[in-house]
C-alpha cells in the first residue's frame, strides 16, 4: 500500500494567481498520476508525472497551465496557473499499487479542494 | 465517447437495505474496478474483477461483469450508513495502456 499526503487540502485564489499543490508518497514510486475533478463530475486525468523526464500532459491539458514538476520518486508538485473561476476543482494525485500489475489499482490522496473567485 | 457510465446517478436507502449500482463501457477493457469516494476526499479502492472473471466478492460486496453487454454491477449487501459515499467505476482499457478511465458515479446515501 501507499500512503500519499497532499496538501493544501482547500485554497481560495484570486482569479489571475498560481497555487502550487504538493504531494508526498511514503515510498518510492515510478509514475505519479494527476487528476482533475470538477464539481459533481468524475475524474479526469490531467498528466502522468515521471521521475527524471517531462511529464505527460492528456489532451486538453498543457503544460503552461498545469506545469508539473518530479524532483524525486517520492514527491510532485502540480501548480495550477493563471486561474479562472473555471479552474474551481478538485485535484488529486495519485500512484499505482507497486506490488501488482499496471493498472490494477491506485492510491489516491485526499485531495485539494480549490475555489477560484 | 464516455468510457464508463453508471447508473443510477444517485440512490437513497434505508440502512440494512442492499445497494445495486451498474456501470457501462464502450470498448473492450483489461479490468474493471470499483473505487469508493467519500465528501470530498481521495478514492478509495474497493474491488477489481479482470475480463476473465464473471463474479467477485469482498466482504459486503459483489462484484459481476459481463463482457458480452459490456457491463459490470456492484451490490453492497446489507447497507450501513457508512456506507454513504459516490461509488465510481473505473476501466483499463485493452490496448491503451497507461491509464484508467473513470465513471460519472453514483452518489449512494443510506439513511440510518
Known amino acids: 500500500s501507499a500512503v500519499i499526503s497532499q496538501k493544501p487540502s482547500r485554497d481560495i485564489c484570486q482569479r489571475g494567481t498560481s497555487l502550487t499543490i504538493q504531494c508526498q508518497v511514503d515510498?518510492?514510486?515510478?509514475?505519479m498520476f494527476w487528476y482533475r475533478q470538477q464539481p459533481g463530475q468524475s475524474l479526469t486525468l490531467i498528466a502522468t508525472?515521471?521521475?527524471?523526464?517531462?511529464?505527460?500532459?492528456e489532451s486538453g491539458f498543457v503544460i503552461d497551465k498545469f506545469p508539473i514538476s518530479r524532483p524525486n520518486l517520492t514527491f510532485s508538485t502540480l501548480t495550477v496557473s493563471n486561474m479562472s473561476p473555471e479552474d474551481s476543482s478538485i485535484y488529486l494525485c495519485?500512484?499505482?499499487?507497486?506490488?501488482?500489475?499496471?493498472?490494477?489499482?491506485?492510491?489516491f490522496g485526499s485531495g485539494t479542494q480549490l475555489s477560484v473567485l | 465517447s464516455q468510457q464508463g457510465e453508471e447508473d443510477p446517478q444517485a440512490l437513497s436507502i434505508q440502512e440494512g437495505e442492499n445497494a445495486t449500482m451498474n456501470c457501462s463501457y464502450k470498448?473492450?477493457?483489461?479490468?474493471l474496478q470499483w473505487y469508493r469516494q467519500n465528501s470530498g476526499r481521495g478514492l478509495v479502492h474497493l474491488i477489481l474483477?479482470?475480463?476473465?472473471?464473471r463474479e467477485k466478492h469482498s466482504g459486503r460486496l459483489r462484484v459481476t461483469l459481463d463482457t458480452s453487454k459490456k457491463s459490470s454491477s456492484l451490490l453492497i449487501t446489507a447497507s450501513r450508513a457508512a456506507d454513504t459515499a459516490s461509488y465510481f467505476c473505473?476501466?483499463?482499457?485493452?490496448?491503451?495502456?497507461?491509464?484508467?478511465?473513470f465513471g460519472q458515479g453514483t452518489e449512494l446515501s443510506v439513511k440510518p
Open positions: 470498448t473492450s477493457i483489461n479490468n
Open positions: 495519485s500512484v499505482e499499487d507497486s506490488s501488482g500489475f499496471t493498472n490494477e489499482k491506485l492510491f
Open positions: 515510498s518510492q514510486v515510478t509514475m
Open positions: 474483477i479482470r475480463s476473465n472473471e
Open positions: 508525472a515521471n521521475q527524471g523526464s517531462e511529464a505527460t500532459y
Open positions: 473505473a476501466t483499463d482499457k485493452r490496448n491503451q495502456g497507461g491509464k484508467l478511465i
